[in-house]
Each structure stands twice: as C-alpha cells, then as structure tokens.
C-alpha cells in the first residue's frame, strides 16, 4: 500500500465524515458521491479495475442522481426553487472539487504506473460477475431492486404535500 491508498483513504474518511456532519442535502450528497468516488479509486488500488467502474456507475452515477432526482422532486413550491438557487453557489463546490481533483490526478497517476499487482490476486472479468449476479446472487439482486423501488415510493409518499380536499357539499358552507 503506498501514499495513493492513503491518499484516498483520507478522502474517504473525511468525506464521509462531512457526509454525516452536514444538516443541507445537497452538501451531503456531494461529499457522499466524493466519497464513492474515493472507494472506487481504493477498489482500483487493490486490483479490481472492472468493480471500480461499476462503484462509479451504479453508486456515484445511478443511484446519487436518483437521489438527487427525488430530492428535488419532494422539495417543490417556490421557497424550495430559491433555496436550490443558493445550493448552487461556487462556493458549496470546491471542496468536493478539489477532492475529486485530487482522486483524478491520483488514478492518472496509478494507470500510467506499469506495476503489475501483488501476487495471489485473481482478475474478475466482466462475465464472471455477470454470471454470478444473475446466477447463485439473482434473488439478493431482485430483493435490492424490491428495496429501492420501495423506498423511492414510500419517501415520495410521505414527502409530498398534502392539499386540502373539501367534499362538494362543504364548498357552498365554506363560503
């Protein structure tokens, strides 16, 4: 393990810590997807290359922007507009971009490296992992599918905004 790993462990560590710490969502999802990032560069490290690719893919593409997708979904009405309009400033974005510039100039620097890796450890090709998901894991992907559609529906349900719905008969009383 040398100065990359710790590098991004760092970037690891700290990102999720702001992850945590941060009470605005849009703060904590960018430091999450920094975070993710930072794994995948760790997951590059140790020699798996194609699992990198699907952590940046499937978590910091996919999934974060179906998060931030909903959020935004759940946060409509005019107070919500102006306050995404603030989320936007230059000033939110550069730690995160410097993290992350920091984890790209890091996994240039470990691609241009030749070094072959460490002994004892197997490359995955993509068709292995395939086999495998859709194999002995089928139904724990299924489930986590099942998961996710669930809480996607029920955060939509319970964020939305409920109207008031006077009956036909009440209307001409209410006025």
Not at 85 to 110: D, M, S, T
């Given at each position: 393990?040398?100065?990359?790993?710790?590098?991004?462990?760092?970037?690891?560590?700290?990102?999720?810590?702001?992850?945590?710490?941060?009470?605005?969502?849009?703060?904590?999802?960018?430091?999450?997807?920094?975070?993710?990032?930072?794994?995948?560069?760790?997951?590059?490290?140790?020699?798996?290359?194609?699992?990198?690719?699907?952590?940046?893919?499937?978590?910091?593409?996919?999934?974060?922007?179906?998060?931030?997708?909903?959020?935004?979904?759940?946060?409509?009405?005019?107070?919500?507009?102006?306050?995404?309009?603030?989320?936007?400033?230059?000033?939110?974005?550069?730690?995160?971009?410097?993290?992350?510039?920091?984890?790209?100039?890091?996994?240039?620097?470990?691609?241009?490296?030749?070094?072959?890796?460490?002994?004892?450890?197997?490359?995955?090709?993509?068709?292995?992992?395939?086999?495998?998901?859709?194999?002995?894991?089928?139904?724990?992907?299924?489930?986590?599918?099942?998961?996710?559609?669930?809480?996607?529906?029920?955060?939509?349900?319970?964020?939305?905004?409920?109207?008031k719905i006077l009956h036909r008969f009440l209307e001409n009383?209410?006025?």
């Amino acid at each position: 393990m040398g100065i990359a790993f710790y590098i991004a462990a760092a970037i690891a560590v700290i990102s999720t810590v702001m992850v945590i710490t941060r009470y605005n969502i849009m703060h904590a999802l960018l430091y999450l997807i920094v975070s993710l990032l930072s794994v995948a560069v760790i997951l590059y490290i140790y020699g798996a290359p194609f699992v990198a690719v699907l952590e940046i893919i499937v978590y910091a593409g996919a999934i974060m922007v179906l998060i931030i997708f909903f959020v935004m979904m759940l946060n409509l009405g005019g107070p919500s507009a102006a306050q995404e309009k603030a989320w936007l400033q230059p000033r939110i974005w550069i730690v995160p971009a410097l993290f992350c510039l920091v984890l790209l100039g890091e996994l240039v620097y470990l691609i241009l490296q030749t070094r072959q890796p460490e002994t004892g450890m197997v490359v995955v090709d993509p068709k292995a992992v395939g086999i495998a998901l859709f194999g002995p894991y089928m139904l724990a992907v299924e489930l986590t599918g099942m998961l996710l559609m669930a809480g996607i529906v029920g955060a939509y349900h319970l964020g939305r905004q409920k109207q008031k719905i006077l009956h036909r008969f009440l209307e001409n009383k209410a006025t």
